[in-house]
């Protein structure tokens, strides 16, 4: 393997068509996968220099910092980035329920053997 | 809220345009962030019956079972579905690396103040 994008060190996101790759946000504490949304480059940028997760919204088309208007901020306490770089992590230290329903993750529903059921 | 995708208990996945949802794996030991990749109806039912995750690789247009070559299987320990159904966390044990490059992770690089850094 010796393709820069995955070896070396370079940033260099493979934003897909619409110029967005997939971040995925995990609690700094307890691990917990939080949510999953898009950046693109402008959001990754913010994101960096200000230590606040931000995203691309795709519904509102606008750049979104994260809890701007809940107060439900993510604070990063580290950036990773996947083999193809179409991917990052967020670890994040979050100031309120990470999800616009009011739980603590986006993901609070198990896919049971006879469809969904409530976790936490 | 009342929307019953958000909050009811019928799994009804939010395909996107090419049929696809997202689809996050941790590692059900550690919590790490393993990798990121895409399921479609037939990925996501196989990964229920099968219990080894299966997704969907839009490189090759095929059903990937992970590991089904280099035996580095992801067994399934549980399945969450995310408020607007969109994407899906995957916990499993890992059989091996789950990076094609032989890192425990995809993501095994860090972004710093100034490019990518390895991490573990």
Redesign the interface.
């Known amino acids: ?1 010796t393709d820069p994008r ?6 260099n996101p493979k934003y897909d068509a619409a110029g967005l790759v ?1 971040a ?1 946000v ?1 609690d700094g504490l ?4 939080l ?2 949304a898009h950046m693109n480059a402008a959001a990754l940028a913010a994101t ?1 220099s200000s230590g606040k997760a931000t995203f691309w919204s795709r519904s509102r088309q606008a750049l979104w910092v994260k809890g701007e208007t809940s107060g439900h901020t993510l604070a990063v306490r ?6 193809d770089q179409d ?3 967020v670890i994040a230290d979050p100031a309120g329920p990470a ?3 009011g ?1 603590r993750s ?6 049971g ?1 006879d ?5 936490e």
């Open positions: 393997m995955e070896n070396g060190f370079d940033l997939t995925v995990t307890t691990g917990e996968l949510m999953v960096r580290d950036l990773r980035i996947d083999c991917a990052i992590w999800c616009h329903t739980a986006c993901f609070y529903r198990r896919i053997p469809g969904l059921e409530r976790v």
